[in-house]
């Protein structure tokens, strides 16, 4: 019978599926055993039987496998002992295959016990065991090889009983390099402190924490702090949501829940409006000078980062500022005091490449959704997946192929789908937007030709109509 285990120098006698649906093998090893394990004699050992042992083998065709193994049994002529037969591919001190062991370790960075063990067939705690030894193997190598790299990124996420916890991450190749059991100035100083080669760092990422920001300037005072655009887009968000809310609670009951089931496009930028959602929120802003200048506010602060140099943006941040009072009550009033504190590491953004702490962000998501699977990980355990749990590259190089292909297609205009000059869009994007990103996949799509382009603005500028008092 073919070796369907595909495990030199072995031979299959027998192979059916049970009535559980799982593979059920019956094999054996080729060679006889020639040394004695104890007294370390190479000589002919005398045979004494065989006995039956059961494998468990790595999932085949999504069935568990089972290899009922026919072990020789030997007496060894000068000590006496008793010799097993060796099994090559056979794990040394479980009764599994080796290659299910090394499935095990893979697949329990990737996914939780439970689900490991019920693909294998082993026990929860045997699976638990194995990547508990793979973990402590795993983060002890790291912590040997541990470097700083050029552009970091600093975020906590919350993993049970609301316990921040910092993470750093290598915006170079937007994966985590450590993570610390809380994010205390002293835990983040220390590990500044200890960490290799820090003095190479340029650039860190971080959100408006001030902790994170005192640690690097102690530690690392030649990098550059970056303070993250999306925090600073929540921010501004949140003061157009307490714009909006103060106009609804003047307006009459029945007019607010029409309100509330728009709230959305008062937070997207002008450009990423559709036709209709154009319509509807300039029919809002024309009721109110309020809601209107809260707006043209928002809209005037966020296009700051769609400038390409420092002094542009500079110029424009401190025209901005001198058009909103120094008034408390004011909705801009949280903006205003986090621009103060936060000018400089805001402005560092056009000086160096324009990061942000996107990596940061995504892979939180991505650790607490695995945290979500079993409360029950402990903090290393978690640490382990999250330094260690990266999918096959088969999956990213299948990614890159998929947007290959879609690039070479040629683009076209959303609205009059008339064929787009992707050189023209690059160079755009090159010269004005990010002059030292990459544009992002798919960047070209849902894009409008320059006719149509000129045609929205008018139509965006038109639909606010004159301004009038509620």
């Known amino acids: 019978m073919t070796n369907i285990l595909l495990i030199p120098n072995w031979s299959v006698s027998d ?35 065989t006995t039956t042992r059961t494998y ?27 010799v097993m ?15 299910l062991v090394e499935y095990i370790e893979k697949q329990s960075l990737l996914k939780p016990i439970a689900h490991v063990a019920e693909d294998t067939g082993v026990a929860e705690g045997t699976v638990r065991e194995i990547s508990k030894a793979l973990f402590a193997f795993l983060l002890e190598k790291h912590e040997r090889n541990l470097r700083a790299p050029r552009h970091i990124g600093i975020d906590e996420l919350t993993l049970g009983k609301k316990q921040l916890r910092a993470i750093f991450v290598n915006l170079e190749d937007s994966w985590p390099f450590e993570m610390l059991p809380n994010r205390s100035l002293q835990s983040v100083q220390n590990f500044f402190m200890t960490l290799p080669n820090r003095r190479d760092v340029e650039t860190v990422t ?33 003061a157009m949501n307490e714009a909006r809310r103060r106009y609804q609670r003047k307006i009459h009951l029945d007019r607010r829940p029409a309100l509330k089931a728009v709230n959305g496009i008062f937070l997207k930028r002008r450009a990423a409006l559709s036709a209709s959602e154009e319509l509807e929120l300039g029919g809002w802003l024309a009721n109110s000078s309020e809601l209107y200048s809260a707006y043209a506010a928002k809209e005037a602060l966020l296009s700051i980062w769609d400038l390409h140099d420092r002094a542009t943006a500079e110029a424009a941040l401190d025209e901005w500022r001198a058009t909103i009072p120094d ?18 590491e805001i402005l560092n953004f056009f000086d160096h490449g324009r990061l942000t702490n996107g990596p940061t962000e995504a892979r939180n998501g991505a650790i607490k ?62 010269a004005f937007l990010a002059p030292h990103m990459t544009p992002p996949p798919y960047f070209h799509q849902n894009r409008l030709c320059h006719p149509c382009m000129d045609g929205a603005r008018k139509r965006s500028h038109a639909s606010l109509g004159p301004v009038r008092d509620s």
């Not at 790595?58 to 568990?64: E, M, N």
């Open 327 to 344: 008034d408390d009550m004011n909705v801009f009033a949280p903006v205003i005091t986090t621009i103060d504190n936060w000018r400089t």
């Open 15 to 49: 192979v059916f599926v049970d009535e559980n649906d799982a593979y059920q093998v019956t094999a054996t090893f080729d060679f006889d055993s020639h040394a004695c394990k104890k007294c370390k004699t190479i000589a002919r050992l005398i045979k004494r039987g």
């Open 206 to 238: 971080m959100d408006m924490w001030d902790q994170y920001r005192t640690a690097v300037q102690r530690t690392m005072p030649q990098a550059a702090v970056i303070a993250d655009r999306w925090h600073m887009v929540d921010r501004v968000n949140d």
């Open 85 to 99: 037969q060796s099994l090559p591919g056979m794990h040394r001190t479980r009764r599994m295959t080796k290659r």
């Open 369 to 430: 959704r695995i945290y979500n699977y079993s409360g029950s990980y402990d903090f290393q355990s978690i640490r382990a997946r999250a330094l260690f749990g990266k999918r096959p590259d088969r999956l990213k190089k299948e990614a890159e192929a998929k947007d290959k292909a879609y690039r070479e297609k040629k683009p076209a205009c959303a609205l009059c789908r008339q064929p787009l000059d992707e050189a023209a869009l690059m160079e755009g994007w090159k």
């Open 56 to 82: 468990v083998d790595a999932p085949v065709h999504g069935r568990h496998t089972y290899i009922h193994v026919r072990r020789n049994r030997y007496t060894c002529p000068q000590c006496g002992v008793c």
